[in-house]
């Protein structure tokens, strides 16, 4: 029986040391693989289809919107388009580059009436906020 209990000691010295070996569980958070570019665009892109198509906001009636964010040239980017000519001219360009987080807006509708409400909630979604009207 000596030979059995040595053996069982052996092994579990054997086990203690292996596990102390081991290095200890990383709790890093494995990264998205998305740029900091497509990150923006995401939250900008559903905050203003939220806001101005889903919601059927008057202002926005005659436009649809083209998303382009799984662009492979490293802009995602979406359109706002004639809603009645999908593939017409676009109107409004909302885009991201590289591993930017700056969001750019240009176009026609910036030189329309809309363009400083178009201004004003870009600039709050590409902050953070998702809501549909500026605050007081």
């Not at 693989?33 to 665009?41: C, H, N, P, V």
């Not at 202002?59 to 083209?66: G, L």
């Not at 040239?73 to 388009?81: A, D, N």
Request: hydrophobic letters at 45%.
């Amino acid at each position: 029986m000596r030979p059995t209990i040595a053996r069982l000691a052996l092994l579990a010295a054997a086990g203690l040391a292996l596990a102390s070996c081991q290095s200890s569980p990383k709790t890093t958070l494995a990264p998205s693989g998305k740029s900091a570019s497509l990150l923006a665009m995401e939250q900008v892109a559903i905050a203003a289809h939220k806001c101005w198509i889903a919601s059927k906001d008057p202002a926005f009636k005659a436009y649809q919107m083209a998303n382009e964010l799984n662009s492979y040239s490293g802009t995602p980017r979406f359109l706002l388009v004639p809603a009645k000519h999908y593939g017409g001219k676009p109107l409004l360009v909302v885009q991201a580059q590289g591993n930017s987080s700056r969001v750019d807006v240009f176009g026609p509708l910036m030189n329309e009436p809309l363009g400083a409400r178009i201004g004003s909630d870009i600039a709050r979604w590409q902050a953070g906020n998702p809501s549909c009207a500026a605050t007081a």
